[in-house]
């Protein structure tokens, strides 16, 4: 997993991408390597976007917005969650789509 985060951010400095889809790159990281994941995802964010699929705390953090999708125990009925978070990280603004 390392070896592939450093690729794609070596490719990534040399030739940008305006936005990457990048779906659970980090899940076999331990935690320490997770924040640092995380700071890369930061500061290749401001060059472009990301939209990363994780269930790791750590990359959520990165995220300046992040979805989730929580399905209902007995209805069968999905509800998708948004989550803006602030610019200081303290505070979330939690909100329903």
């Given amino acids: 997993a390392l070896a592939a985060i450093s ?12 936005f990457s889809i ?3 790159i980090e899940s ?7 924040e640092r994941f995380a700071e890369l995802i930061r500061e290749y964010g401001a060059g472009g976007q990301f939209i990363i699929i994780t269930h790791r705390r750590g990359t959520m953090t990165a995220g300046d917005v992040i979805y989730g999708v929580s399905a209902q125990e007995f209805s069968g009925v999905s ?6 978070m602030e610019d200081d990280r303290d505070e979330p603004v939690r909100q329903s789509v």
Wanted: proline share 7%.
């Fill in 7 to 18: 690729l794609l951010m070596a490719m990534m400095k040399i030739r940008p991408s305006p």
């Fill in 79 to 84: 509800k998708i969650l948004s989550v803006r």
């Fill in 22 to 24: 990048l779906d659970e």
């Fill in 28 to 34: 076999n990281l331990d935690e320490a390597n997770v």
